[in-house]
């Protein structure tokens, strides 16, 4: 098993947490929703003899704390958190790094690619939630609005009971290879009223510069679930690949798939190993 060496870093509005494992080429895993470094650990030990696999804690979430009160999140500066964290483990244009985001850290993927296209080769966004390029685009729009008056009228509860009502995922087929620890679930437990009020809202609104994603020279991979065909993430990052005119991955398991970690690595490794 590799040592984890974590560290902190201060950027504008918030200290983030995060973690590096192994040595060799950076590869930067993003996660989404309530999850936090924790949740990578195994992906990431699987992965570590062969690459530098660096996972953080987002902003407002479990160990990196806020300067101030929360608020909606801007997918440009969690873009630019993610920059500066590639900068202090030292990655630079001349060697830049892959990355991959599950699910909202999908979204802030495309948007680092946009922003800092040489510090990226290959993104892999796995199931990002950009319902606006769905044809029914306009359902979600109202869904995210009854989310956000559930919150407003009766909190977390009722606002993520709307939320799963809508969504409507089955969830993985598999077990988690390494079980949450105590602390990593009270910590995404805690990390759930962030996700309601703060997240889910600027996510489901988010469109990737489609444009931008089709001339910037990195190598863009929608990814999606082999078990979850037909949910929202899955629909949405097969018209990803659709509209980017690019062929579309499957990786074991569902939306949370990398919770079996070792037949996902395989996988991911698979398709960073098909650099062009």
């Known amino acids: 098993m590799e040592p984890v060496k974590s560290d902190r870093l201060d950027v504008p509005g918030a200290t983030l947490y995060y973690e590096v494992r192994g040595?060799?080429?950076?590869?930067?895993?993003?996660?989404?929703?309530?999850?936090?470094?924790?949740?990578?650990?195994?992906?990431?030990?699987?992965?570590?003899?062969?690459?530098?696999?660096?996972?953080?804690?987002?902003?407002?979430?479990?160990?990196s704390l806020l300067d101030g009160p929360p608020a909606l999140i801007i997918m440009e500066e969690q873009a630019d958190d993610a920059y500066r964290v590639l900068g202090a483990v030292g990655v630079t244009e001349d060697e830049p790094a892959d990355v991959f985001g599950n699910s909202s850290g999908a979204v802030i993927a495309l948007e680092l690619a946009t922003r800092y296209p040489g510090m990226v080769h290959t993104v892999i966004a796995h199931e990002p939630p950009v319902f606006e390029l769905l044809p029914d685009f306009d359902h979600w729009r109202t869904v995210?609005?009854?989310?956000?008056?559930?919150?407003?009228?009766?909190?977390?509860?009722?606002?993520?009971?709307?939320?799963?009502?809508?969504?409507?995922?089955?969830?993985?087929?598999?077990?988690?290879?390494?079980?949450?620890?105590?602390?990593?679930?009270?910590?995404?437990?805690?990390?759930?009223d962030f996700f309601a009020a703060y997240e889910v809202p600027p996510v489901s609104e988010y469109v990737p510069d489609l444009d931008g994603l089709r001339t910037i020279?990195?190598?863009?991979?929608?990814?999606?679930?082999?078990?979850?065909?037909?949910?929202?993430?899955?629909?949405?990052?097969?018209?990803?690949?659709?509209?980017l005119e690019t062929?579309?991955?499957?990786?074991?398991?569902?939306?949370?798939?990398?919770?079996?970690?070792?037949?996902?690595?395989?996988?991911?490794?698979?398709?960073?190993?098909?650099?062009?």
Request: net charge negative.
């Open 23 to 63: 040595s060799g080429p950076v590869l930067l895993l993003i996660c989404g929703g309530i999850y936090d470094a924790e949740g990578f650990a195994a992906l990431a030990g699987e992965l570590a003899a062969e690459r530098t696999v660096v996972t953080y804690d987002r902003r407002g979430n479990s160990r």
């Open 144 to 192: 995210m609005a009854q989310v956000g008056e559930a919150y407003h009228d009766g909190g977390t509860g009722p606002a993520m009971e709307v939320f799963r009502a809508a969504m409507n995922m089955h969830g993985d087929d598999n077990t988690p290879s390494t079980p949450p620890s105590p602390e990593s679930g009270a910590r995404m437990m805690a990390n759930m």
């Open 217 to 243: 020279p990195v190598r863009i991979v929608p990814a999606v679930g082999a078990t979850s065909a037909g949910e929202p993430p899955n629909r949405a990052g097969r018209e990803l690949g659709a509209r």
């Open 247 to 276: 062929a579309v991955v499957e990786f074991p398991g569902g939306h949370g798939g990398f919770g079996d970690a070792e037949p996902f690595a395989a996988r991911l490794r698979e398709v960073l190993d098909e650099r062009v």
